[in-house]
């Protein structure tokens, strides 16, 4: 029975590494980078990002002159008015118009420069609030990759406690076919077997819904064969040193939702001032050139004359100084003024808020993993006292002194603390990552 269960443990680890072979296996880095680049929430923050600027650009070349320039060729027929001499004539004339404007604005109470500084600050909201766009998908990667991890560590455990049942089923049997042990003892660890098998399946269940939810955060179908990589993992190395303050200050100058509220302020600001620069005057200098060419003078002019000459007689040119004062524009100017302001205020309570929830968030992630390390160091010790008990059950068992139910008991319970040790082993060290991501260090294993 050994040598076929041994045979059997071959052929699935030979089948198992044979369709390995097709399967990427994905490092934690890999997995990020690749749902970086896919993600529909990224690529719409980076068009965002693209569109502020595209404003950005728009407020600057706003402050220059503006430069204007056309023309026109036609034929009139009948009674119409020469171009040229403003007069009456009744024959077909065709005429060319040229003309161009500009216009320099001088003063209009400092919109334009106002307005220019709160593209600036909504570039850079922009900007952060990509980078926050990315930060969720890598949280979000790493928790589903850090799950998957889990549940293979609860896989192998299950796998473990299916072999030490097996063996224990197989020596049970030799020991109740010479007599030594009731036949009773080899239907109980047949029933064992079975909830091991179960437990097994459930495992492998956990396994291939967390990796199709990975798959799921990544872009990738289903059907698409992937492993991911199992780093090596030192809870050691997890050891929290600074205090939450400490971490918080960190927090505060790392994390892209509170740099973008500050930034969306500074814009808020800045488009308050722009709107009360409509109260002021607007003042700006203009100037045009206009010429035009007809056929009836060419006609007229013995000898002709030449559409050159024409266009370089009738250049006409002017300038202006323009000032426009507002008086009364139906509440607009001042309707527009008090939304602005409370758009300010609006984005201060926003600041406010988002500092109040970063320190909600470091403080819970702080209490959590000091909370989880000493999960940890607690079902460390009692996974070394189950396995100590279970040894002794085990030994106690197989010499007659104990039965099968003391058996049982000692194997789950052993098997109960492994999974809880899995469970807070990596619960800590996520967590632990959490607090590093806050204080802007990269999240890696």
Known sequence: MMKKLLLCCILTTTAWAAHAQGKKVWTLRECVDYALKNNLTVKSNLLNAETSKVNLDQSKFQMLPTLNGGGSYGYNWGRNIDPTDNQFVTERINSINFQANSSLLLFNGFRLFNSYKQSVADNE?????????????????????????FNKELL???????????????????????????????????????????????????????????????QIQASEPMDIEVPE?????????ETVDEIYEKAIL??????????????????????????????????????????????????????????????????SLQLQIPIFNGYQTRANVKRSYFSSQQAEINLISAENTLRQSVETAYNDAFASSKTFHSATKLVNARDEAFRMAKQRYDNGAANF?????????????????????????????????????????
């Open 125 to 149: 909201a922009a900007a952060e609030d990509f980078i926050k766009a990315k930060n969720d998908v890598i949280i979000n990667v790493v928790t589903l990759y850090t799950t998957v991890i």
């Open 156 to 218: 192998n455990n299950a796998q473990s406690q299916l072999t030490t049942t097996t063996q224990q089923l197989e020596r049970t049997r030799k020991l109740a076919e010479a007599g030594s042990v009731p036949r009773g003892n080899v239907l109980d660890l047949e029933a064992q077997q079975a909830s091991n098998e179960l437990n097994v399946i459930t495992n492998e269940n956990a396994v291939n819904l967390s990796v199709l939810r990975l798959k799921q955060a990544l």
């Open 233 to 241: 993992l030192d809870v050691a190395e997890g050891a929290i040193t």
């Open 254 to 319: 790392a994390m892209p939702e509170v740099r973008s509220a500050k930034l969306k302020l500074q814009s808020s600001l800045y488009a308050f001032k722009s709107a009360r620069g409509s109260y002021f005057p607007r003042l700006s200098v203009n100037g045009n050139l206009f010429t035009n060419y007809s056929s009836r003078l060419d006609n007229l002019v013995p000898g002709g004359y030449p559409a050159k000459e024409q266009l370089n007689d009738n250049l006409a040119q002017s300038a």
């Open 405 to 445: 139910v003391e058996y049982q008991t000692a194997e789950n319970a052993l098997f109960q603390a492994k999974s809880d040790l899995v469970r807070a082993k990596y619960d800590f060290i996520f967590k632990k990552k959490v607090l590093d991501f806050y204080q802007g260090k990269p999240i890696e294993f």
